[in-house]
C-alpha cells in the first residue's frame, strides 16, 4: 500500500520568513496530494491540494509542488504570520474522494 | 449549508466494552469515510462507506465495523476496546465514491479508554 514520509516534524521560524514541508510517497498510482491544517483539538481542513497533471499550485502565500518522478511535494508558505502557527499534514491518494495516506504530521511555529 | 457533524463530542469507556460513534455528512455528500488520529499522528484510514456497503478498509482489526444509513448518515462501531483505541476518530464525507472532489472531515469524536 501507499506510505506517505513528512519532514521535519517540527519546524520553527520568525514571522515574516518562509517555511517549507516536504513529503514522499510510494505508490507510483497515486494522483491527488492535499494538504491539511490542523489547530489545537480541531478539524484537519484542506488549505490546497494538487493533482497529478500539475506540477505546481499557488494560492495566495501557500504554494505546492509536484515531482512525480521523484515522488514528492512540497508545501510552500511565505510571509509567515503567528496564526499559521498549527499541525501541517500532507496526505496521497488515487483520487480525491479514495482512502487518503497521511504523513506523519510537522508542526510548525511562528514566532513573532 | 450544514458541514460534517459527529456524536459524541467526547467519550470514556472501559477496556473491553463497545462503543458507537456517529457522523453525518456534509449537504449533498453521499461517501463516508472514518479515521483513526492518534495523538501526535496523522490520521489513519480505517473504512469507507457509500451505497450503504463498505467498499475500502484499511489495515484494522474486524473489531471495528461500521454501517451507512440511506440518509448518508454512517456509524462506527468497535467492540472490545483496548487501551490503544484510545484517540481522536474523524468522519469525512465526499460526494460520489471515487470522485475528484476533496473530503471534507468532521471536528471529531475523542475517545478514551481507560
Known amino acids: 500500500g501507499e506510505n506517505v514520509e513528512q519532514h521535519p516534524s517540527t519546524l520553527s521560524v520568525q514571522e515574516g520568513d518562509s517555511a517549507v514541508i516536504k513529503c514522499t510517497y510510494s505508490?507510483?498510482?497515486?494522483?491527488?496530494f492535499p494538504w491539511y491544517k490542523q489547530e489545537l483539538g480541531k478539524r484537519p481542513q484542506l488549505i490546497i491540494d494538487i493533482r497529478s497533471n500539475v506540477g505546481e499550485k499557488k494560492d495566495q502565500r501557500i504554494a505546492v509542488t509536484l515531482n512525480k518522478t521523484a515522488k514528492h511535494f512540497s508545501l510552500h508558505i511565505t510571509e509567515t504570520q503567528p496564526e499559521d502557527s498549527a499541525v501541517y499534514f500532507c496526505a496521497a491518494s488515487w483520487n480525491a474522494g479514495n482512502m487518503l495516506t497521511f504523513g506523519g504530521g510537522t508542526r510548525l511555529m511562528v514566532k513573532p | 449549508d450544514a458541514g460534517v457533524t459527529q456524536s459524541p463530542t467526547h467519550l470514556i469507556k472501559t477496556r473491553g466494552q463497545q462503543v458507537t460513534l456517529r457522523c453525518s455528512p456534509k449537504s449533498g455528500h453521499d461517501t463516508v469515510s472514518w479515521y483513526q488520529q492518534a495523538l501526535g499522528q496523522g490520521p489513519q484510514f480505517i473504512f469507507q462507506?457509500?451505497?450503504?456497503?463498505?467498499?475500502q478498509r484499511g489495515n484494522f482489526p474486524d473489531r471495528f465495523s461500521g454501517h451507512q444509513f440511506p440518509n448518508y448518515s454512517s456509524e462506527l462501531n468497535v467492540n472490545a476496546l483496548l487501551l490503544g483505541d484510545s484517540a481522536l476518530y474523524l468522519c469525512a464525507s465526499s460526494l460520489g465514491q471515487g470522485a475528484s472532489e476533496e473530503q471534507y472531515f468532521g471536528p471529531g469524536t475523542r475517545l478514551t479508554v481507560t
Open positions: 505508490d507510483s498510482a497515486s494522483n491527488y
Open positions: 462507506y457509500y451505497e450503504e456497503e463498505e467498499r
